[in-house]
């Protein structure tokens, strides 16, 4: 039978409040609120990615220069080898409305060992989040039937409100199976590893480590992984983010600290500390 999201939003509010470590109290909602931000600086940059391969293998975009992806205008211009995605306010397949635009300029074949792709954001919002930063990846080959790729995150800035705003900075690691190319993302597998460091938005340094691969296929949210959180200003200063879908195909996500346990969505209504 399955559990309503509203069980497991209950179910946050109560475990939010307070815990406990050597008979003291202490106030959970600094860590909700970094976990809550690794979440919202991963989205946006693992999206990006999924939407690029999926642009690159498409056959009606290489044929015609424009398609629909996820709701998405997608074009590509062969002359500099950039494709355009734009959005108009829909609501796309992970439910997260998204405006404005960011363009992928590769300097080769996507695929080729050294292709440098620039990734450029135009004021892009996921919901009510403006995305800002430097952002580039590289093709380093062909490796054990996927292809690899490095990708480089540097004064990134997230807002979280109009008050509020986290930044980051990340060296990521990709790869996406080699049957993408003639078989498309949706019969690929794609496996996210990599480290970052931040400021939260709640004032918080924070660094993060991805300790299971964040895999993706035939979903539009992580289906599994893990990303070790480290808040060295807090009580609670480990913690553990795991994206628990497995088989299923939904944003059921888990928060540990140190044994306090918080179950959620990635939406944007219960991402909201």
């Not at 992806?69 to 306010?89: C, M, Q, R």
């Not at 993408?180 to 597998?189: A, D, I, M």
């Not at 949210?221 to 893990?226: A, M, T, V, Y």
Request: aromatic share 12%; hydrophobic share 40%; with cysteine.
């Amino acid at each position: 039978m399955k559990k309503s999201p509203f069980v497991f939003f209950a179910l946050l509010l109560t475990l939010s409040c307070i815990s406990c470590k050597k008979d003291k109290e202490y106030d959970m909602h600094p860590n909700l609120n970094v976990a809550d931000d690794v979440i919202l600086l991963h989205r946006p940059f693992l999206y990006v990615t999924q939407m690029l391969v999926k642009a690159v293998v498409d056959s009606t975009l290489k044929a015609a220069h424009h398609t629909i992806i996820d709701s998405a205008l997608v074009t590509f211009d062969p002359t500099n080898n950039k494709y355009i995605f734009e959005f108009t306010g829909k609501l796309c397949l992970d439910s997260v409305v998204r405006n404005g635009s960011f363009t992928a300029q590769v300097d080769t074949n996507f695929f080729n060992q050294g292709a440098v792709t620039k990734i450029i954001y135009h004021q892009y919002f996921e919901d009510i989040h403006l995305i800002t930063g430097n952002d580039s990846m590289v093709c380093t080959g062909l490796q054990n039937g996927s292809y690899q790729f490095d990708r480089f995150i540097t004064d990134a800035v997230v807002s979280k409100d109009s008050l509020h705003a986290i930044q980051w900075m990340a060296k990521l690691h990709f790869s996406v199976t080699e049957s993408v190319v003639t078989h498309g993302l949706s019969n690929s597998v794609m496996l996210f590893t990599g480290s970052s460091s931040g400021f939260s938005s709640g004032g918080y340094t924070f660094s993060t480590e991805i300790t299971r691969s964040l895999a993706v296929w035939n979903c539009p949210w992580i289906r599994d992984g893990l990303i070790s959180v480290e808040i060295p200003d807090l009580p609670f200063s480990n913690g553990t983010i795991e994206f628990m879908a497995g088989t299923l195909c939904n944003s059921a996500i888990k928060y540990d600290f140190e044994g306090n346990l918080f179950l959620l969505w990635m939406k944007e209504k219960f991402l909201k500390y």
